[in-house]
């Protein structure tokens, strides 16, 4: 079927492939056509929640990651790269990016309507920050672009009731909580950044990992111990967060 106008459009179907259109090319007849390669440029949309460097993932935090992911699965004191963006979608292109611009290996991906999350992981730190730099090129941002964190919830409760450390395991992925420990519960914003606190909660305190959540509105973070175990972490995870730099966070939690 013939248009009626003496001008047709051709786009390159790899373009297709690989990112939006770009604007539509006029075909000569009988006349070569210069094909450009396109430069993938994100859209300004893309809003950087989580941006965070694991130096080296402690024993825990490596199983459970192992337990929940659904990728290659990390193992223990290999660095690790967690990266979260809104809107969801928008986590298959920079996992593109960081799978092609650096030796780094996906554990985790999870694409949600509002939000997406990324897990790499390599046994060199150097890998992991090649990675991230190749996303914020594209992003055309700095780590200074990504959202401070904030802790929504921190809270220790002592002396657990066995009907609720019930509960509570049968929910976690990680270790099990017993009757009469501490239990600590730590909510962030973004949620990527509970599993920094995790990783250095338990670099300080001889802790047990309950259950991590990296994704969604809001982080959640679960430990047990004894008393004096889950102090020393509480204060290590909440201090890990303050030294992470960004754009304020004060607005409110958006999830459409």
Known sequence: MTLPTSETHDYDAREFVLGAPVAPRLAVSSSPVLLLERVPVASPNVDLRTLVYLDSLQPQLASFLATVAKGY????EQAALF???QPGISIQRITD?????????PGMMIVERAFGMLEVHADDPGDTHAAGDAILNYLGMTEEDRLTPRVVTSEIITGTDAYQTMLINRMRHGDALLKGQALYIMETHPAGYAVLAANEAEK???IRLLEVVTFGAFGRLY???GDDEIK????AAEQCLKNITGRPNDAPVNVQ
């Not at 699965?73 to 223990?76: A, V, Y």
């Not at 990016?97 to 290996?105: E, P, Q, R, S």
């Not at 020393?232 to 204060?235: F, I, N, R």
């Open 204 to 206: 300080a305190s001889p």
């Open 83 to 85: 990266v979260e963006v």
């Open 73 to 76: 699965l990390p193992i223990e």
């Open 232 to 235: 020393e972490a509480a204060h």
């Open 97 to 105: 990016v960081a799978l092609k611009g650096a030796n780094v290996t």
């Open 223 to 225: 430990l047990g111990g």
